[in-house]
């Protein structure tokens, strides 16, 4: 398990590494014969809700990853302040681009904006690091 919260965390996992890992959970809930006695969308639900609480991988995945960009523009640590000055350029982050000499997992990272916009509850408060124009606070 911690191998695979730690290889999400890091980087978009692609379908096809999902489904394999998929596939291994099957194999060893099912006993590898036949198909599946529930559908994987119901084992995947909480305990409370009828399932068997175990997490959908391509949910965590990004759930991990939007955590990345959280740290980013909640963050004072090493790691943030670094991902601002180097990655970002001291620009903001919903307008830098997602192109260019970046590492596939910051692009990958990048990409996600979208989904975080539709989360995101800003507070401008003085102003100081909110943008009228960049931040999304309709």
Not at 30 to 49: H, M, N, T, Y
Request: aromatic share 14%; proline share 4%.
């Amino acid at each position: 398990v911690s191998m695979q919260c730690y290889w999400c965390n890091i980087f978009l996992l692609p379908m096809s590494t999902i489904k394999d890992c998929e596939r291994v959970l099957r194999t060893f809930l099912w006993g590898g014969r036949g198909r599946g006695k529930v559908k994987w969308a119901e084992v995947c639900k909480p305990f409370l809700e009828g399932g068997l609480g175990i997490r959908d991988l391509k949910t965590w995945n990004k759930a991990l990853l939007l955590k990345q960009l959280w740290c980013v523009l909640t963050e004072e640590s090493i790691w943030a302040k670094w991902c601002r000055a180097y990655l970002l350029h001291n620009s903001n982050l919903w307008s830098a681009p997602s192109h260019g000499h970046l590492s596939w997992s910051w692009r990958q990272v990048l990409l996600l904006r979208p989904l975080a916009k539709e989360h995101l509850i800003y507070k401008c408060g003085n102003g100081e690091q909110f943008s009228l124009w960049f931040d999304p606070w309709l």
